[in-house]
């Protein structure tokens, strides 16, 4: 029983010391409606209950052109390269062109992150075996969780685990976890796959007036 658990641990450390390489072009697994993934709707609050009640999806964030947030990124029909370094590891999503960094310094949050937050957060990973973990908070209450509209409050927190199958397949497992909209922690999975090698993150072009086409002069005289 010993020796199994010190060959256990053996290569879990094996594992860290020499993580997979994700470095490529991924496919996401486009979930619209999170829901749907998780196979009903999430553990509302009272709160987080109306303010789904009274969602308008002409109310899109995107709409306005303004970044994604963390979750959508990866629930969009767009796809995302990970480049991957000892010390960070970068999501370049072609969605708005935004990026994603997750730093893997071993250094905390910025203490005042939760006072001033970002559209995409602030995310620390570790390894675990074989598996991605990232920590992610700090992240502003202007996105949506998914296209179909639902809301998270600037308390929420994500933990994701991305774990590599084989050479074609990425397994995501994401946890919203925000006391404001949600009674209790919630999970989904779904699985990226490997893009051609060929392909490459395409140009994504958001023009932030336009809608405010009618108000827009011409040079007719």
């Known amino acids: 029983m010993k020796s199994l658990l010190l060959l256990t641990l053996f290569f879990a450390q094996t594992a860290t010391l020499h993580p997979p390489d994700l470095n490529g072009f991924w496919n996401n697994q486009y979930t619209p409606n999170l829901a749907q993934a998780l196979g009903h709707e999430p553990p509302y609050t009272p709160y987080g209950l109306e303010r789904w009640k009274r969602v308008d999806t002409k109310n899109d964030p995107t709409g306005l ?9 990866f629930t ?3 796809p995302f390269q990970i480049v991957q370094g000892p010390d960070v590891i970068a999501f370049l999503f072609e969605y708005q062109t935004i990026y994603r960094m997750v730093y893997m310094d071993g250094k905390p949050h910025p203490p005042d ?10 995310s620390v990973g570790h390894w675990e075996g074989d598996t991605l973990v990232i920590d992610t908070v700090g992240i502003n209450e202007r996105s949506w969780l998914d296209t179909v509209g639902h809301e998270h409050s600037a308390q929420l927190h994500l933990i994701e685990r991305l774990q590599k199958i084989d050479d074609n397949q990425l397994k995501w497992t994401v946890t919203y976890d ?21 392909d490459r993150i395409m140009t994504y072009s958001c023009e932030e007036n336009n809608k405010d086409v009618e108000h827009l002069q011409g040079n007719k005289k």
Do not use: N
């Not at 006072?115 to 995409?120: G, L, N, S, T």
């Not at 925000?178 to 060929?198: L, M, N």
């Open 65 to 73: 052109c303004l970044p994604v947030g963390p979750s959508r990124a």
């Open 76 to 78: 969009a029909p767009m």
């Open 113 to 122: 992150i939760r006072e001033y937050p970002e559209f995409m957060g602030h």
């Open 178 to 198: 925000d006391p404001v909209f949600f009674t209790q922690p919630w999970s989904i999975t779904r699985t990226f796959t490997r893009g051609k090698s060929i």
